[in-house]
């Protein structure tokens, strides 16, 4: 098969699986970003505001309809780990329609340990659950996102499965309804109360610029990245799955505090509606640790505001200053960071040329993700790398990343 040199590596690896393992060629090709958030660290679910940006490495998926009435994925990059349904070696079936529904309930798919099966089934779920049809598929599933890691691969293979299933369903959603369809194969079928930045973020990126999402009016404005600068992703090898971790607390944390404070500011929604005045006022009603996790949503949610005005004004020290504080409260406040990640953000901190770094997406292990002058990589890269061993006996993964456009769809 001959390919457009556009096509990347990896999507062209996603093509020629395909047409080995089905025997045909696929018939479209979806392409969904991870993301970094620099500023912004749970807030999303309080309706807070975000500074996302998708990235330069990305989910595939090369799909074509499927003859009989069950979808066939074969994952590329994944070890099985024995799915709920017929899966085997990195390959699994599900029937979708009309048997899904019955087969794959939220309640079955709830069980922690994950498995990459319950992403694509999810969206199945959730696109049947709304009226939409999931036709069954062939599909190829690969991808250069560290898995697990806090750059948002999960929400980046709900995404591509989406705009499968939208080619294939033959239907049109506008971005934000996919993006709302996607965070709900977190909430209402893994179980997850995560918000709504990362599936917004791989399918909202602009090519150089962050978003600054208000995640109670789901409007953006892209803020560009400065020239000169460079994004180092460190990944600490660390793994927990949002199921399984202490993730579902914090919401729960956050609407506890709301309820409380609500008794003397009638009328609040959630902790964004909180000014810093107020906190300071009513923070003694609060027990710990809701004081703290309110604390830490009222400071970040201002400090994202002041962070995007500080990038638009070109201030880089401002604005990484702002992304250490907001690390410092993600460890201090909000208890999401552990010491693997507070060990490569400190080396960040004191290396030559690191404006800020922070942990990345929810914490609890993945990565620490460095803002960095471009002239300075390779000495900060040293720098996370060196302390990290001298600590962990290992040296974390480490990679440059560049912030590039949002999902697309490509008929081939
Ligand atoms: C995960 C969730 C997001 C967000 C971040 C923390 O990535 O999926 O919705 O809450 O954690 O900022």
Not at 40 to 56: E, Q
Not at 189 to 201: C, K, P, R, T
Request: hydrophobic content about 45%; glycine content about 10%.
């Amino acid at each position: 098969m001959a390919f457009s040199p556009i096509l990347s590596k990896t999507a062209q690896r996603a093509c020629s699986s395909f047409a080995q393992r089905f025997g045909r060629e696929p018939k479209w090709l979806a392409r969904a970003p991870g993301r970094v958030n620099l500023l912004g660290a749970h807030v999303d679910y309080s309706d807070g505001w975000v500074l996302p940006g998708a990235i330069d490495r990305s989910v595939w998926v090369a799909a074509a309809p499927a003859s009989g009435d069950t979808t066939t994925i074969l994952a590329l990059d994944l070890e099985d780990e024995g799915g709920f349904l017929d899966s085997a070696g990195g390959q699994a079936r599900f029937a979708t329609v009309p048997a899904l529904p019955s087969l794959l309930t939220p309640e079955k798919a709830h069980r922690p340990p994950l498995t990459w099966l319950d992403y694509p089934a999810g969206v199945s779920w959730v696109l049947t659950h709304a009226g939409l049809s999931a036709p069954p598929l062939d599909a190829v599933l690969t991808g250069d996102i560290p898995i697990g890691a806090g750059v948002s691969s999960s929400a980046a293979v709900e995404v591509a499965f989406l705009l499968a299933w939208q080619a294939a369903g033959e239907f049109e959603l506008e971005r934000l309804q996919m993006a709302r369809l996607a965070r709900r194969v977190e909430n209402d079928y893994l179980g997850v109360g995560s918000g709504i930045m990362d599936q917004y973020a791989s399918l909202h990126g602009r090519d150089g610029h962050l978003l600054l999402l208000d995640c109670r009016t789901l409007e953006s404005q892209p803020v560009p990245v400065a020239g000169g600068t460079a994004l180092l992703v460190a990944d600490s090898g660390i793994r927990r799955q949002l199921v399984d971790s202490d993730y579902n607390d914090r919401p729960r944390e956050c609407a506890e505090a709301t309820a409380l404070l609500r008794h003397r500011l009638p009328g609040l929604r959630t902790l964004r509606d909180v000014g810093l005045e107020d906190l300071e006022q009513f923070e003694a009603i609060l027990p710990e640790p809701l004081a703290r996790r309110a604390r830490h949503v009222v400071e970040e949610c201002a400090r994202v505001l002041a962070g995007a005005n500080a990038l638009r004004q070109d201030d880089l020290v401002t604005f990484g200053n702002l992304i250490r504080a907001s690390h410092e409260s993600s460890r201090d406040l909000y208890d999401v960071s552990i010491p693997a990640l507070d060990t490569l953000a400190e080396a960040a901190w004191s290396a030559e040329g690191c404006y800020g770094a922070r942990l990345s997406g929810a914490g609890f292990g993945g990565c620490v993700t460095a803002f960095v002058d471009e002239a300075a990589i390779d000495g900060v890269s040293t720098a996370m790398d060196e302390a990290f061993e001298r600590r962990f006996g290992r040296r974390p993964e480490t990679f440059v990343c560049r912030i590039g456009d949002g999902a697309r769809l490509v008929h081939l």
